[in-house]
C-alpha cells in the first residue's frame, strides 16, 4: 500500500537557522504533495502545494521541493521562528478519479531562542 | 469567517452508546471529509462528500455513517461505540479535488 515516510524524531534547531524536513514515498507517483502544519490540539493547517511537474514552490519564508527521481519532498523553513514549533505533515495526493490523500505521521520541529 | 467548525470537542461514551458528532462549514465548499487521527499514524479517511446529496466510504468507514443533506453540514454518527474508536477527529472542507483542506479544531473521543 501507498505510505509517506516522515522523520518520527523531532528536529531541534536555534533560532534563526533554516529547518529542512524529509518526505519520502516509494511504490507509486503522487501527482501532487501538500503540507500541513499541526499545532497540539489542533487540526491540520494548509501550507503549500507543489505538483509533480513543479520543481519548487515557494511562499515567504517556506520552501518546497518535489524531486520525482529521488521520490522525496524537502520542506524548509528559512530564518525560522519559536512560533515556527510544530508538527509537519506531509501529504500525497493520488490521482485516482477522486484524489486519495496519503498522510505521513508528521515531523516535529522545535526552534530554540 | 469561522471556516470549519467541530462540536463537541471532548467527549466520552460508553461502549455500546451512539452520538453523532457535529461539522459545519461557512465557506461553501463542495468537498467534505472526515478523517480520524491514531497516535503514531497518519490521518485516515472515513467518509467524504464531494457536495449534497452525495457521500461515499473512505479507508475506515465501518462503525461509521453520514449524510450530507446541505451544503454546510456533514455530521458523523457512531451508532454503537467500540473502544476501537477512540481517536480524535477531524472534519475538513476543500473548494475543489486539488486544493488544500480546511480542518475543523477536532473531537478527542474516547470510549470506555
Known amino acids: 500500500s501507498q505510505k509517506i515516510e516522515q522523520n518520527s524524531e523531532a528536529l531541534n534547531i536555534q533560532e534563526g537557522k533554516t529547518a529542512t524536513l524529509t518526505c519520502n514515498y516509494t511504490?507509486?507517483?503522487?501527482?501532487?504533495l501538500q503540507w500541513y502544519r499541526q499545532d497540539p490540539g489542533r487540526g491540520p493547517v494548509f501550507l503549500l502545494l507543489?505538483?509533480?511537474?513543479?520543481k519548487e514552490k515557494r511562499k515567504e519564508r517556506l520552501k518546497v521541493t518535489f524531486d520525482t527521481t529521488l521520490k522525496q519532498s524537502l520542506f524548509h523553513i528559512t530564518a525560522s521562528q519559536p512560533a515556527d514549533s510544530a508538527t509537519y505533515l506531509c501529504?500525497?495526493?493520488?490521482?485516482?478519479?477522486?484524489?486519495?490523500?496519503?498522510f505521513g505521521t508528521g515531523t516535529r520541529l522545535l526552534v530554540s531562542p | 469567517n469561522a471556516g470549519v467548525t467541530q462540536t463537541p470537542k471532548f467527549r466520552i461514551l460508553k461502549i455500546g452508546q451512539s452520538m453523532t458528532l457535529q461539522c459545519a462549514q461557512d465557506m461553501n465548499h463542495n468537498y467534505m471529509y472526515w478523517y480520524r487521527q491514531d497516535p503514531g499514524m497518519g490521518l485516515k479517511l472515513i467518509y467524504y462528500?464531494?457536495?449534497?446529496?452525495?457521500?461515499d466510504k473512505g479507508e475506515v468507514p465501518n462503525g461509521y455513517n453520514v449524510s450530507r443533506s446541505t451544503t454546510e453540514d456533514f455530521p458523523l454518527r457512531l451508532e454503537l461505540a467500540a473502544p476501537s474508536q477512540t481517536s480524535v477527529y477531524f472534519c475538513?472542507?476543500?473548494?475543489?479535488?486539488?486544493?488544500?483542506?480546511?480542518f475543523g479544531s477536532g473531537t478527542r473521543l474516547t470510549v470506555v
Open positions: 511504490n507509486y507517483s503522487p501527482a501532487y
Open positions: 507543489i505538483r509533480e511537474n513543479e
Open positions: 501529504v500525497a495526493a493520488m490521482n485516482t478519479g477522486f484524489q486519495k490523500l496519503v
Open positions: 475538513a472542507s476543500s473548494y475543489g479535488v486539488e486544493e488544500g483542506y480546511t
Open positions: 462528500s464531494v457536495g449534497a446529496g452525495i457521500t
